[in-house]
């Protein structure tokens, strides 16, 4: 049993100490959020975001791929599962201990340790980011969306979730930066869905789709 869950109900957590918490509870991770978070064995937010992008964005061989705060690498599991097989796989995350995990799935291609909302990685680079988890209270802020979209090739995809009261609270700093890129035509949304997210603590998520503009 880990204190894992009641650590991640406070926000603005020191990002110091949020990174020294994924490596030290690296291991036991995936075990909590299937069976203490959702409940059904499942890693929901991923069984969901990884859903909708497999709906959204259309598959190529060796399209490169960019999951944005791996993590244990749960996604690239999923996306394996839905067809994304011969693609290059980036695993990005500031934990090395949740990397390491991620690293013995042997589906990435690429580990880079880094921290948003400022990745280091080169403008247009990706086909498509998917990243879940990320965006959830004292992790990666809403303005790491603009980085998103820079780091996509033009048409390219990026797919995401938030808990669906983070995105409807406070300064509702998602709808914000979502709705700036949208009006500056950076972006457009190819789809919004409501769904499931920690069924055990009655919280559910939004999932976005959205492709990066081609101009
Ligand atoms: C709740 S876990 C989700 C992991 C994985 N995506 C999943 O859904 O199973 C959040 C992940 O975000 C990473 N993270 C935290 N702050 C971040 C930041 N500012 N930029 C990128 N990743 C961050 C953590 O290291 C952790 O691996």
Excluded at 26 to 49: I, M, Q, S, W, Y
Aim: net charge negative.
């Amino acid at each position: 049993m880990t204190n894992w869950g009641n650590k991640f109900k406070t926000k603005n957590i020191d990002p110091e100490n949020l990174i020294d918490h994924y490596n030290q509870y690296a291991e036991e991770f995936d075990e909590h959020v299937k069976n203490e978070l959702c409940g059904n064995g499942e890693n929901l937010p991923v069984v969901v975001t990884a859903k909708l992008f497999a709906e959204t964005v259309p598959y190529q061989e060796l399209m490169k791929i960019l999951d944005m705060g791996a993590g244990t690498g749960e996604q690239g599991e999923q996306l394996a599962k839905l067809g994304y097989k011969n693609v290059e796989l980036t695993a990005f995350d500031p934990s090395e201990g949740m990397l390491n995990i991620a690293k013995k799935r042997n589906i990435y291609s690429e580990f880079i340790q880094g921290y948003l909302p400022v990745s280091g990685l080169s403008s247009d680079c990706f086909d498509a980011i998917i990243c879940v988890g990320t965006f959830i209270p004292g992790h990666a802020p809403a303005e790491s969306l603009r980085e998103l979209v820079r780091i996509t090739k033009k048409g390219g995809y990026i797919v995401y979730s938030v808990r669906k009261h983070f995105y409807e609270e406070g300064d509702r700093r998602f709808q914000v930066v979502e709705e700036e890129l949208t009006q500056a035509k950076k972006w457009k949304m190819i789809a919004k869905r409501e769904d499931e997210y920690l069924p055990l603590d009655k919280i559910k998520g939004y999932y976005f789709s959205f492709q990066v503009s081609t101009d």
